[in-house]
């Protein structure tokens, strides 16, 4: 997907209680291509618009498969501490 996209992507999905704005987004996935988790293509967006498209890489895919499960980790955590109050 391209960063527009990414974004609207997001926001859908968590249906509307995140919104991530550029100047947040374009700087992490800068981040993310320099750490090398993601790659990044030149193309054209649907409205015929140059766009830079991403998609995770092998070693991306790695880091997202850790990430989710310590974050699964710390959301049940913190669900057994809310339940017990």
Not at 19 to 29: D, I, R
Not at 46 to 56: D, G, M, P, S, T
Not at 77 to 83: D, M
């Given at each position: 997907?391209?960063?527009y996209a990414i974004s609207g992507h997001i926001q859908q999905t968590s249906e509307d209680v995140l919104?991530?704005?550029?100047?947040?987004?374009?700087?992490?996935?800068h981040?993310?291509?320099?750490?090398?988790?993601?790659?990044?293509v030149w193309g054209l967006s649907?409205?015929?618009?140059?766009?830079?498209?991403?998609?995770?890489t092998v070693v991306g895919q790695k880091q997202l498969a850790d990430e989710t499960?310590?974050?699964t980790r710390m959301t049940y955590?913190?669900?057994?501490?809310?339940?017990a109050a």
């Open positions: 997907m391209h960063g919104q991530v704005e550029g100047g947040a987004l374009y700087p992490a996935l981040r993310l291509e320099l750490r090398g988790w993601l790659e990044s649907e409205n015929n618009r140059r766009a830079k498209y991403y998609r995770l499960k310590y974050w955590a913190i669900g057994r501490v809310i339940e």
